[in-house]
């Protein structure tokens, strides 16, 4: 039978699975908010 607390603690994470997270935490990616802001911007500034 598997000990899931003995194999939890032998854990140890691949190194790319933290590439991965650094990047897409550095990432600056526009979500459909900042879009709909941006957009909103550039309307009221051309109406006035």
Not at 9 to 22: A, G, N, Q, T, Y
Request: hydrophobic residues 40%; charged residues 40%.
């Amino acid at each position: 039978m598997i000990d899931f607390d003995e194999e939890l603690k032998r854990f140890i994470p691949s190194l790319e699975i933290s590439e991965v997270e650094d990047s897409i935490v550095k990432n600056d990616i526009n979500d459909i908010n900042d879009i709909i802001m941006e957009l909103l911007r550039k309307q009221a500034k051309e109406q006035y």
